[in-house]
């Protein structure tokens, strides 16, 4: 594994030192990982919908698209013996 060194001002520091203690991390490595990570998750998100919107038009994402793939998870859960997923209700 590499290292860095970063300089920043006090304020960035200390909002970091927050986080670091407030949400469980370790480390401020640790923290700025799990950032960084973000980021890439972020950005390979933005890649795909790009992507996507950038695809021909196949069909119309409707009610009826949606319930047809519902029914497919349904018929693949209980093919493999899955329980059925509950209902919210409310």
């Known amino acids: 594994m ?4 970063i ?3 006090d304020d ?3 909002f ?7 949400r469980g991390y370790g480390t401020t490595s640790e923290f ?3 950032l960084i990570r973000r980021e890439q998750d972020r950005l390979h998100l933005r ?3 790009l992507e996507g919107m950038a695809s021909p038009k196949v069909g119309e994402a409707d009610a009826a698209y949606f ?3 519902r029914n497919r998870v349904a018929e693949a859960r209980k093919a493999a013996g899955a ?3 509950a209902r919210k209700r409310g």
Not at 2 to 5: A, F, R
């Open 2 to 5: 590499s290292t860095m060194n």
């Open 7 to 9: 300089s920043l001002p």
């Open 12 to 14: 960035m520091k200390d």
């Open 16 to 22: 970091i030192d927050r986080q670091v203690a407030e």
């Open 32 to 34: 700025l990982r799990d």
């Open 47 to 49: 890649g795909l919908i």
């Open 67 to 69: 319930q047809k793939h």
């Open 83 to 85: 329980p059925k997923k």
